[in-house]
């Protein structure tokens, strides 16, 4: 299973990891709403490794057979390895390719709020939690643990579903109709 877990798990994790960083070279000519939809959409297709891992543990290692128990963690634990390349990808993002990204970032979000006519005291909250995010994620620990949590819900969401798709229970050996026939 470890062999299956970090092949996925790194394969899902680079798909990630190219994604953000392609989009955060972009994101002048494609724009935040643009950027964001490709990021998701990235993660949404990475974590089809998940049940590509799932499915592969199941098929060669488990005999065609595999409990809730082993293929939920086996869904855990590539979601694991991916999000550390996620995180180290937000990592690099933040410090060497594209610094100035949550800047503009929070620009946007700005924008967005005066678009929508907020109140100026929701105005004010918006922009306190932004300069508290920013004043965290300046701590590398802190921004590594905040981007390592970013695709876990993906992760978690696709290892239910992949578990519940691909369990297949092992019901003891399987007695032919001729046999039972014949000792009766």
Known sequence: MRKIVITYGSICGLIMAITVLCVDLLIDSLGFEKGNMISSTGMIVAFLMVYLGIYRNREKLSGGYIGFRQAFLTGIFITAVAALFY?????????????????KSDAFNIAQAKAAKVTQDELSKIIEGQNRYSEMIKNPFWNFALSYTGPLPFGVFFTITSTLILRKKDNGPKVA??????TS
Do not use: H, M, S, T
């Open 87 to 103: 995180a180290g990808a937000q990592l690099l993002q933040y410090y060497i390719v594209a610094p100035d990204i949550l800047a």
């Open 177 to 182: 109709a001729e046999e039972v026939k014949a």
